[in-house]
């Protein structure tokens, strides 16, 4: 028969396959074995209202053999297989064919080799790996067979040949090796059965293969055992996908164990969820939530993200729109039936489907947690203790967006509890008089236990918060309001507890003092006061609303070159005998009186935590203090 010419867009479809990069080659068998499921699946439909057929589920088969020297891999199914017209209507258009038309919609040239990577091109993809395709194919309840055969871009011929049964043979013929494209691997059956394992392992046939195997010669001395191969056909997928079965069926020691298979992880996860949602689409989903972070979750490097099945063929490894930032750290599948390997549907379609799964899938990873939360107070603490500074940041990312979904399931240490508390707790232990939720933070929780600021508080048995984490801070100003409480500093604002009004007046008293401090140090500090909140400390630094001292030091640490500085406001505790000795140099001796105003101001900002600007000089005074 004449050879018959693609149309013309097809030829510019297979260019695009021929010169993928490389690494996506791969997924041609997945295509194959793909449309060989599709085939079965088509006759297994049909003989379900055609007693013609006279098979059942379990009598249709995929078979891959691979042979070395004649180059070639063959893909046999026995489904429905194509006569004359369907390969001509199949396999000689190219133009319907999903990726041509994504292409088509984004222009020329545009990201060609990501749709071959993460989306199904079809029969087509043989091309990347193959100089020349044969199908043998004959379809169920006729007698003629055909063979279709071409080697790309300049067409493709049909001629009638025997075959025996129905079904089709894809026979791919492998490229010579080239330069920096070694195609002989894919002749390796080792090879063959890694990528059905990793692509094709929830088809829903048996994927055979024959396989070569040791093992121990009858009769061999136990002393000196000997080997021999022998051959033996094997199943290679695992065919029901776990996350298909019902939650009830599946033991705990099942999930651990696909989990660590699968994400190659040692340990067990901490949590399984499993989602099952029908309705504007349909999914299954299977997540994990790990028992330890990744060494580089915490980095740029760490790639987020959800296997994507659609009914058991993997489409994309690691699809990050389907998880929002904050839950990041979730491993796990997620299988729908609405999304095609063909992505001919719309890529906006698509779009728009996974969005919908993606937000479900926010919801359930978040009503889990609140359920482990209430439920199990210890698991969850674990998981905080490991995650917990994710969903703070989820708090803070896109201007708050998620704050009131998230704010619930945070965790704070106490300055009155042992365990971590949620801040709805806190709200309830708050006394009658309390109007502001309090925190203190630094960088360990025994600095910040140790703050001067935190004694007042301390001897009124309010509870403050802790803050260690760095992103603490910024979670709360995030947050601003919780329960209509506002948040204060405990290091940086005023309290304003009831009855602290006439220590202001004080302030008078000792205003040439403080006067005295404030031109000593000059733009130094913002302001010099007397504290209320001291009570056996003599000073403290606070920064007054905005930026704080804490934040000042995360600034500091990610963005070097531009320092952003906290305001400081020097607090003074006048009931401190080191006052009272400022305040006689100051009259007295002002050059003293300014060196003590000086090593003040020092204490203060180590005790906040911020670098002296000269600590040399600062140490010299202490010593000339001890002669
Ligand atoms: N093994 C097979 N048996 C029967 N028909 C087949 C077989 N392989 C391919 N076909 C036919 O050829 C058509 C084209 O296949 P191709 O893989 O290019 O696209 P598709 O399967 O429709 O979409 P996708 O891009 O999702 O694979 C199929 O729709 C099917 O009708």
Redesign the pocket.
Known sequence: MAKRQFKAESKRLLDLMVNSIYTHKEIFLR?II???S??CDKLCYRGLTDDQVGMSREDFRIELSVDPEARTITVS?N????NKE?LEN??GVIAS??SFQFKQELGEGAADTDVIGQF?????SAFMVSDRITVV?RKFGEDAAYRWQSSGADGYTINECEKEGHG?D?IMHIKPDAEEEQYSEFLDSYRLQGLVKKYSDYIRFPIRMEVSKSRRKEGSPDDKPEYETYREVETLNSMVPLWQRSRSEVSEDEYAKFYRDKFMDYAPPLKVITADLEGAVTYKALLFIPSAAPYDFYSKEFEKGLQLYSNGVLIMDKCADLLPEQFRFVRGVVDSPDL???ISRELLQHDRQLKIIARSLEKKIRSELEKLLKNDREEYEKFFSIFGRQLKYGVVADYGANKESLQDLLLFHSSTQEKPTTLAEYVERMGEGQKLIYYAAGETLSAVDKLPQTELLKEKNYEMLYFVDEVDEFAIQMIGKYQDKEFRSVVDGDLELEGEDKEQEDDSAHRETLDFVKEALGDQVKEVKLSKKLKSHPVCLTAGPGLSFEMEKYFAAVQPDRPLKADRILELNAAHPAFEALERAASSDPEQGKKYARLLFDQALLIAGLPLEDASAYTDFVCELMK
């Not at 489904?79 to 194509?82: K, L, P, Q, S, T």
């Not at 199904?120 to 087509?124: A, L, T």
């Open positions: 295509e793909s449309n060989a599709d085939a199914d489904g429905i297989g194509m369907d199949n396999l064919s999903g199904g091109v079809g029969f087509y194919t089709t894809i095609s390997l063909n």
